[in-house]
């Protein structure tokens, strides 16, 4: 899909997404790199988990969290498959982490460059750096597809 290849942590949230597909989920991967190791890499788990806050993102910042040691994550990267709901954007923040990249932007639950905007509210902790785009049609394909067959 792409014209240039994926950079390998979008790569592998992609294949993320696709796990959760298999699993009846939301196709959202979320995965978390730290000077070039991944640390942790998630797939949205709500209905499996009976969690409403298992995300991608809140899964994969936990499993990260706990592989440092530490509440803060900084100095990671999170590459996520869709735009950060409300949630998954406040944890973004409390986490301190340095940079965000999502795939696909959604209009309906986004909170980035749609909806609550969290980062850019003066009451936002900490702003990481955000990159979108990159992944967007192999994610929003895995969105529509998914969607589109259960309807």
Known sequence: MSRWPLPEP????????????????VPVGAVIVKDGAVLAS??????????????????AIRAAAAALGSERLEGCELWVTLEPC???????????????????????GGAIEHGARIFEQPQCLHRPEVYSGMGEAEAAQLLRRFFRERR
């Open 86 to 108: 409300a949630m998954c954007a406040g944890a973004i923040a409390h986490a301190r982490i340095g940079r965000l990249y999502y795939a696909a932007p959604d209009s309906k």
């Open 42 to 59: 998630a797939h949205n788990a709500p209905r499996g988990l009976a969690d409403p806050t298992a995300h991608a993102e809140i899964l």
């Open 10 to 25: 979008m790569a592998l949230a992609l294949a993320e997404a696709e796990k959760a597909v298999a699993a009846g989920e």
